[in-house]
């Protein structure tokens, strides 16, 4: 959901752009309260976004008494990396393998389509491309 909330900022913002830079000066109070209302909302979707990553790197400093017996949002005392000393037994490695190997196999295949795409937008004609010619940027 916040992923969702930042996306739809960001395209807010992009429109906001185009549409402003063509009807109000750079200047105007009606930019000004825009432009922070549009940036404050952003920086709300980024720390809602962040807000969970930051709790999970909390908690993994926390041991596992502490975190049963207290509140989830209290700092560790004392911090602790018994929980990363554990990765180990429960088969973490073979686990960060699988998901690097897995990584590297879609980036190279996203980069060879992806490059083989743009040589075929590039060079070959297509009838659409006449139609949409705000859509790309050619000759």
Same mark, same amino acid.
């Given at each position: 959901?916040?992923?969702? @909330?930042?996306?739809? @900022?960001?395209?807010?913002?992009?429109?906001?752009?185009?549409?402003?830079? &063509? &009807?109000?000066?750079?200047?105007?109070? $009606?930019?000004?309260? !825009?432009?922070?209302?549009?940036? %404050?909302? %952003?920086?709300? /979707?980024?720390?809602?976004?962040?807000?969970?990553?930051?709790? /999970?790197? @909390?908690? !993994?400093?926390? !041991?596992?008494?502490?975190?049963?017996?207290? $509140?989830?949002?209290? %700092?560790?005392?004392?911090?602790?990396?018994?929980?990363?000393?554990? %990765?180990?037994? =429960?088969?973490? /490695?073979? =686990? *960060?393998? +699988?998901?690097? *190997?897995?990584?590297?196999?879609?980036?190279?295949?996203? @980069?060879?389509?992806? +490059?083989?795409?743009?040589?075929?937008? =590039?060079?070959?004609?297509?009838?659409?491309?006449?139609?949409?010619?705000?859509?790309?940027?050619?000759?």
């Amino acid at each position: 959901m916040a992923m969702v @909330l930042f996306v739809l @900022l960001v395209g807010v913002t992009i429109a906001q752009h185009r549409y402003f830079r &063509r &009807r109000i000066s750079y200047d105007s109070p $009606s930019r000004t309260i !825009s432009n922070t209302a549009v940036y %404050l909302g %952003l920086a709300v /979707g980024a720390v809602i976004t962040l807000v969970p990553f930051g709790l /999970g790197l @909390l908690t !993994s400093f926390t !041991s596992a008494r502490q975190f049963n017996t207290e $509140s989830p949002l209290s %700092l560790p005392a004392p911090p602790t990396l018994a929980n990363y000393t554990g %990765l180990a037994d =429960a088969g973490f /490695g073979r =686990a *960060l393998v +699988v998901t690097a *190997l897995m990584t590297a196999v879609i980036l190279l295949g996203q @980069l060879v389509f992806s +490059v083989l795409a743009a040589y075929a937008f =590039a060079r070959l004609e297509f009838p659409a491309v006449t139609r949409c010619s705000g859509c790309t940027s050619r000759r």
